[in-house]
Nanobody
Framework: QVQLVESGGGLVQTGGSLRLSCAASGRTFSNYNMGWFRQAPGKEREFVAAINTNGGRTGYADSVKGRFTISRDNAKNTVYLQMNSLKPEDTAVYYC????????????????????WGQGTQVTVSS
């Protein structure tokens, strides 16, 4: 199985930027489709962004399109989430997730698709 560790969260003002990183270990990272999800207090977990195994395909929630960018570096076993123009409603714990692709290199937006999850990193956007 693959282990995931997120980093890069913190406190930022409205309009600011953060870059989250998710470092993977344990298996061949390039075999995994990756996703970012978030969960705010009192709310259900929601999809943020996803990327396929080679980075050629990406997908985003409507709420973050044009502001967030997902990318990956398979040589570094890391997936990133660049977050710009942050808003208070982006405040949440952000989780990265991994899905073993096999022959299906795809973008998945459903959390149940992902078998492996990190511990999360807190992002707080102050108004």
């Amino acid at each position: 199985q693959v282990q995931l560790v997120e980093s890069g969260g913190g406190l930022v003002q409205t309009g600011g930027s953060l870059r989250l990183s998710c470092a993977a270990s344990g298996r061949t990272f390039s075999n995994y489709n990756m996703g970012w999800f978030r969960q705010a207090p009192g709310k259900e977990r929601e999809f943020v962004a996803a990327i396929n195994t080679n980075g050629g395909r990406t997908g985003y929630a409507d709420s973050v399109k044009g502001r967030f960018t997902i990318s990956r570096d398979n040589a570094k076993n890391t997936v990133y989430l660049q977050m710009n123009s942050l808003k208070p409603e982006d405040t949440a714990v952000y989780y990265c997730a991994a899905d073993y692709a096999g022959i299906a290199s795809r973008v998945y937006t459903t959390g149940s698709r992902y078998a492996y999850w990190g511990q999360g990193t807190q992002v707080t956007v102050s108004s």
